[in-house]
């Protein structure tokens, strides 16, 4: 019995956890830089509202409709329309000499 359908279906699962892993750190990445962001508007927000600047306040709306568009516009150009499955070929099992 030969080993190596066995061996090249382990190397293509390990491929294909290898890109899902690189591809979970940049979601992260992604979901951490717009937690900052939203973090950064909630502070603004609260800094507007205490010093009770309407100019403040305006250019905050207009801060959150740009950052908002923005974040929009990224999820929309980073989501496939159809995202591909990975396909895992499984070896056949090798025929016995024996049989």
């Given at each position: 019995?030969?080993?190596?359908?066995?061996?090249?279906?382990?190397?293509?699962?390990?491929?294909?956890?290898?890109?899902?892993?690189?591809?979970?750190?940049?979601?992260?990445?992604?979901?951490?830089s717009a937690v900052t962001l939203l973090n950064g508007l909630t502070d603004a927000l609260h800094q507007a509202l205490e010093s009770d600047d309407e100019e403040a306040m305006q250019g905050?709306?207009?801060?959150?409709?740009?950052?908002?568009?923005?974040?929009?516009n990224a999820v929309?150009?980073?989501?496939?329309a159809d995202p591909e499955p990975v396909v895992v070929p499984?070896?056949?099992p090798a025929a016995d000499p024996a049989a």
């Open positions: 019995m030969s080993l190596q359908p066995l061996i090249a279906a382990l190397t293509t699962m390990t491929n294909a956890l290898t890109l899902l892993t690189a591809e979970v750190a940049a979601n992260r990445t992604v979901v951490e905050l709306v207009t801060e959150l409709q740009a950052q908002t568009a923005a974040l929009a929309a150009a980073n989501t496939p499984v070896p056949e």
